[in-house]
C-alpha cells in the first residue's frame, strides 16, 4: 500500500533547478575568460584573439544551449516517466488492496452466505462489491462452485443422516421384534392364537425385510402348534376311549370273578392284570397327551387301597412288599393321580433292580404328610440319570420335546407332582438301590372319619344274645322275610353311623362330605314319619334291633351264597330249602 | 367325553390275595370261623377285619358278603390265617348231621301229605 514514488520528488525538482542554473553560468565564465582572454592579448593579437575567442564563446554556447536543451527535454521524459510510474504503482496497490479483500473479506464472506443456504447471486449481492471484472467473474466462479458443493455436501449430508435413521430404525425394530414381538407371538400361538390372530394383535415391523420372514416364520410356527396341538388332540381322544374300554373291561373281570368259580379264577386274574397294565400304558399316554385319568374316585381311598391300587398296574406286582400300617385316606380328587404316581415309580423300580429282588414301599405318617419310600435293591443310578430323574420329576420340563423315547413314565411322575404338588425325591438307598421319596402334602389327605367298626361292633353286641349261630338262622330263615336288598331301612339307619360323629376339622369347624345333605334330609324324613306313624315303636327298638341284625346277618348271608353259588363246594346247592 | 366316577375300589383281587388264585385249605361256604386273635398292627385290611368280623362265629359266606369279596379271595385270606393260627374253623352240626338227614324226596313226601290234611 505504501508509495514510495513521492519521496524522490523534492531532490529531482533540486536536481532540475540546479541543472537549469548551470548553463548561464557555463556562458558568463566563459564569456568573462574570452574577455579576460581578449583584454590580456597583446595589441597586435588582440583581434585576432578576440575574433578567436568571440567564436570560441559562441562555439561552447552552442553546445551550452544544445546541452540544456537536450537535458530539458530528458529531464522531461524522466518525469513523464516517473509519474506513469507512480500511476502504475498506485494501480498496483489499489488491485493488490482489492485482490485482498477479495480473498480475505468478499469469498469468505460468499463463502460463508453459500453455506449459510443464500444462493450464488444473493450471496455474491449482499458481498462487498468487487469491482475489478476479472475478480468479479473470479467471485462469481468460485460463488458458484463453493454453491453446488455446498449443496451437492448438503444432499450428501441428508442422505446419509436418512440412512442413518433407517439403520437405526431397522435396528430398533429388530430389536422390538426379536426382544418382544416373538416371543409374545409365540406365547399366543401356544394358548392356540391362530396365525392371523396374532399377526393382527401384535405389532408387526414395518420393513418388509423383518416382515417378511417373521411373519413366514409365525405362520410355520403356527401351523406346526396346530399340527402338535391337533395331534395331541387326537391322542388324547383316541385314548380315551381305549381307556373307557379298559375300565369297563376291569369292572366285568371284576363282576365276572364274582360270578364265576374257582376254576377260572386264576385266569380271570390274570386278565385282569394285564387290562391293569394296559390301563395304565393308557393312562400315561393320556396325560402325557394333555388328557385325564380314566378313572376318578368319588370318596376317599385309604393309603393301604392306593397302594394296591398302583401295585396292581405293574407288571411285577408280586415283587413288591408293601409296609403300611397307616389309616390315613388321600381325598378322592387326588386318588387317581397318587395311585398312578406310585405306580409308575413302582414300576420304575421294579425294572430296574434284578428279577429276583423284592421292592419295598413303606408308608409313614408324618406331620408334613404321608411319606411314602420306595427302595430297590437295583444297581445305584448313575449321577447323570438321577439329575435327569430328578429334573423329569421336578415337573419343569413338560413338553413333550422333552420326552424321550420309551422313558415316559418320569415325565407323567412330574405332572403328577406338580399337578397335586407331591415332591418326589431320588436318593441312593441304604439297600443298595435306588430310593425314591415321595412326600404327600396334607392337603391331599382326607379328613379323617370314625372307621367302619362302629357298625360291626353294634352288631356284634346285637348278635351276644342269640344262644348259637345255627339255631338263629334256621330260625330266621323260617320266620322273616330276610332283606336283601340294600334300600330297606335297617341299611339306610346304619349307613350314616360312622358319618355322624365324624364331622368337625381339628379346628373344630364342621365338615360336610358332599352328597351328605340330600342323604340327611332323607333320613330325617324318614325318622319324622317314623315317629308320627308309630310313637311307641321306640320303646321296642332294641328287640327290633337285634331281630334286624339277624336279618341283616342272613341279608349277608344270602348275598354271598348267592355270589358264590358257582363255587366249587357242593354242598350249597342243598343249603337253602326251596320254597315251593 | 366325562366318564362316570368309579364307586367301587381300587384294588384288584390279584393285589389282595398276592397273586394267589387257589385256596388249599378245606374251607366251603358254611365253615364257622372264629377269630383266635386280636387284630395288629401292620396287618393287611382284610385280615384285620376278619378278625374283627370273627370275634363269634362267622360263615364263610357271610364274611365273603361283609367283605364283598368273592369267596375264592376270602378261602385265601382265611387260609392266610388258618396258617398263623389267627383263626380256627369249625364245620358247622348242621354240615356235620347232614348225612343223616332224610331224604329230600321223604321230606317231599311228607310235605305233600300235610298239604293234603
Redesign the interface.
Known amino acids: 500500500m505504501s508509495v514510495p514514488a513521492p519521496t524522490s520528488q523534492p531532490r529531482t525538482a533540486k536536481a532540475s533547478r540546479t541543472a537549469r542554473a548551470v548553463p548561464p553560468a557555463v556562458l558568463l565564465v566563459t564569456a568573462a575568460a574570452a574577455g579576460g582572454v581578449s583584454a590580456a592579448a597583446p595589441e597586435p593579437a588582440r583581434g585576432w584573439t578576440l575574433a578567436v575567442a568571440g567564436a570560441s564563446w559562441l562555439c561552447v554556447s552552442c553546445a551550452v544551449l544544445v546541452t540544456s536543451r537536450l537535458s530539458r527535454r530528458a529531464r522531461r521524459t524522466a518525469d513523464q516517466q516517473a509519474a506513469q510510474i507512480g500511476t502504475l504503482n498506485a494501480q498496483l496497490a489499489q488491485q493488490h488492496a482489492a485482490t485482498l479483500h477479495v480473498a480475505n473479506v468478499a469469498l469468505p464472506a460468499v463463502a460463508k452466505q453459500l453455506r449459510d443456504g443464500a444462493g450464488a447471486d444473493e450471496a455474491l449481492a449482499n458481498a462487498a462489491s468487487v469491482a475489478e471484472p476479472e475478480l468479479r467473474r473470479i467471485t462469481h466462479t468460485f460463488a458458484t462452485l463453493v454453491q453446488d458443493a455446498v449443496r451437492q455436501a448438503a444432499a450428501v449430508r441428508s442422505e446419509h443422516h436418512e440412512v442413518q435413521r433407517e439403520t437405526a430404525r431397522a435396528a430398533a425394530e429388530l430389536e422390538q421384534l426379536t426382544q418382544r414381538t416373538l416371543p409374545a407371538a409365540i406365547a399366543r400361538l401356544r394358548e392356540g392364537a391362530s396365525a392371523d390372530v396374532v399377526l393382527a394383535e401384535l405389532e408387526w415391523p414395518s420393513l418388509p425385510l423383518l416382515r417378511t420372514p417373521a411373519e413366514l416364520f409365525i405362520r410355520e410356527m403356527a401351523h406346526s402348534e396346530r399340527r402338535a396341538a391337533a395331534a395331541q388332540a387326537a391322542s388324547a381322544?383316541a385314548l380315551?376311549r381305549v381307556?373307557?374300554k379298559a375300565?369297563s373291561m376291569?369292572?366285568d373281570l371284576?363282576e365276572m370273578?364274582?360270578r364265576h368259580?374257582?376254576e377260572v379264577?386264576?385266569d380271570l386274574?390274570r386278565l385282569?392284570?394285564s387290562t391293569?397294565q394296559l390301563g395304565l400304558m393308557t393312562d400315561r399316554l393320556a396325560l402325557l397327551m394333555g388328557g385325564?385319568s380314566?378313572?376318578?374316585?368319588?370318596?376317599p381311598?385309604?393309603m393301604?387301597?392306593?397302594l394296591?391300587?398302583a401295585?396292581?398296574r405293574i407288571s411285577a406286582?408280586?415283587r413288591v412288599r408293601m409296609?403300611?400300617?397307616t389309616q390315613a385316606a388321600i381325598s378322592g380328587y387326588a386318588?387317581?393321580g397318587v395311585?398312578h404316581l406310585l405306580a409308575e415309580l413302582m414300576d420304575n423300580a421294579a425294572n430296574f433292580s434284578p428279577p429276583i429282588d423284592e421292592v419295598h414301599v413303606y408308608v409313614e405318617e408324618r406331620t408334613a404328610g404321608i411319606v411314602v419310600t420306595i427302595e430297590d435293591s437295583g444297581l445305584k443310578m448313575a449321577d447323570a440319570a438321577m439329575r435327569h430323574a430328578e429334573k423329569a420329576v421336578a415337573g419343569q420340563a413338560t413338553d413333550l420335546a422333552s420326552l424321550q423315547g420309551t422313558r415316559l413314565g418320569l415325565a407323567v411322575v412330574g405332572r403328577l407332582a406338580a399337578k397335586y404338588g407331591v415332591s418326589v425325591n431320588f436318593r441312593p438307598s441304604s439297600r443298595g438301590g435306588t430310593g425314591v421319596v415321595i412326600l404327600l402334602p396334607p392337603q391331599l389327605l382326607a379328613q379323617q372319619r370314625e372307621p367302619a367298626?362302629a357298625t360291626?361292633e353294634r352288631r356284634?353286641e346285637a348278635?351276644?344274645p342269640t344262644p348259637g349261630?345255627?339255631p338263629a338262622m334256621?330260625s330266621d330263615l323260617l320266620g322273616t322275610d330276610y332283606p336283601d336288598h340294600p334300600d330297606i331301612p335297617w341299611v339306610t339307619e346304619a349307613e350314616p353311623v360312622p358319618a355322624r360323629p365324624a364331622s368337625a376339622t381339628p379346628n373344630g369347624l364342621p365338615v360336610r362330605a358332599p352328597g351328605r345333605t340330600m342323604a340327611e334330609a332323607e333320613l330325617e324324613r324318614q325318622q319324622r314319619k317314623a315317629a308320627d306313624d308309630t310313637p311307641a315303636r321306640d320303646e321296642s327298638r332294641p328287640g327290633a334291633r337285634g331281630a334286624r341284625d339277624a336279618g341283616a346277618?342272613f341279608?349277608?348271608?344270602?348275598?354271598?351264597?348267592r355270589?358264590?353259588a358257582g363255587?366249587p363246594?357242593g354242598?350249597?346247592e342243598?343249603?337253602p330249602p326251596a320254597p315251593? | 367325553m366325562r366318564r362316570p366316577v368309579d364307586t367301587g375300589d381300587p384294588d384288584r383281587l390279584y393285589t389282595v390275595t398276592g397273586g394267589r388264585s387257589r385256596a388249599d385249605d378245606p374251607f366251603d361256604l358254611v365253615t364257622l370261623v372264629v377269630s383266635e386273635c386280636e387284630p395288629t398292627a401292620g396287618m393287611q385290611s382284610e385280615h384285620v377285619r376278619i378278625l374283627e368280623l370273627c370275634r363269634h362265629p362267622t360263615a364263610v359266606v357271610e364274611i365273603s358278603a361283609e367283605l364283598k369279596l368273592p369267596i375264592t379271595v376270602v378261602r385265601i385270606l382265611l387260609g392266610d390265617l388258618l396258617a398263623t393260627s389267627r383263626i380256627t374253623a369249625r364245620h358247622p352240626r348242621a354240615a356235620q348231621s347232614f348225612a343223616s338227614l332224610p331224604e329230600t324226596a321223604l321230606l317231599k313226601e311228607v310235605l305233600d301229605g300235610l298239604r293234603n290234611l
Open positions: 381322544k380315551s381307556q373307557a375300565v376291569l369292572a371284576r370273578q364274582e368259580g374257582e379264577f386264576g386274574l385282569d392284570h391293569s385325564r380314566s378313572r376318578a374316585w368319588n370318596k381311598i385309604v393301604e387301597s392306593i394296591r391300587g401295585v396292581g406286582y408280586q409296609h403300611c400300617s386318588a387317581e395311585m367298626p360291626t356284634a348278635v351276644i349261630p345255627a334256621e346277618q341279608g349277608a348271608f344270602h348275598r354271598g351264597r355270589a358264590g363255587g363246594s354242598e350249597t342243598s343249603e315251593e
